[in-house]
């Protein structure tokens, strides 16, 4: 407990805020739900960036979520996160 009584539950709170529409499924900001749980490795193709996850099967498990301008959104670091290619006439 700190000074102010306050118990900390999670050091790895990360935020990603969102500047341009991401339409789903459209490429940029993606997550694999559950992962921060799991002890188990992410898959290379995840982490190499060598191959497209759409590619290769990985779209089942990594999710884009849709969001606008203004949305923040809230994970722990410890959940597989990362960016797809961005497939939209604008820059993200």
């Known amino acids: 407990m700190n000074s102010l009584g306050a118990v900390m539950r999670c050091n790895l709170?990360?935020?990603?805020?969102?500047?341009?529409?991401?339409?789903?499924?459209?490429?940029?900001?993606?997550v694999v739900p559950g992962?921060?749980?799991?002890?188990l490795n992410a898959p290379l193709e995840l982490i190499d960036g060598g191959s497209e996850i759409e590619g290769e099967g990985m779209q089942d498990v990594c999710v884009h979520p849709e969001v606008n301008p203004g949305?923040?959104?809230?994970?722990?670091?410890?959940?597989?996160?990362?960016?797809?290619?961005?497939?939209?006439?604008?820059?993200?």
């Not at 805020?17 to 490429?27: E, F, Y």
Request: some cysteine; overall charge positive.
């Open 71 to 92: 949305d923040v959104i809230l994970f722990s670091e410890g959940t597989v996160h990362g960016a797809t290619s961005w497939k939209n006439d604008f820059q993200r």
């Open 35 to 39: 992962s921060h749980k799991s002890n």
């Open 13 to 30: 709170l990360a935020c990603e805020v969102i500047l341009t529409p991401h339409p789903k499924n459209r490429g940029g900001w993606c």
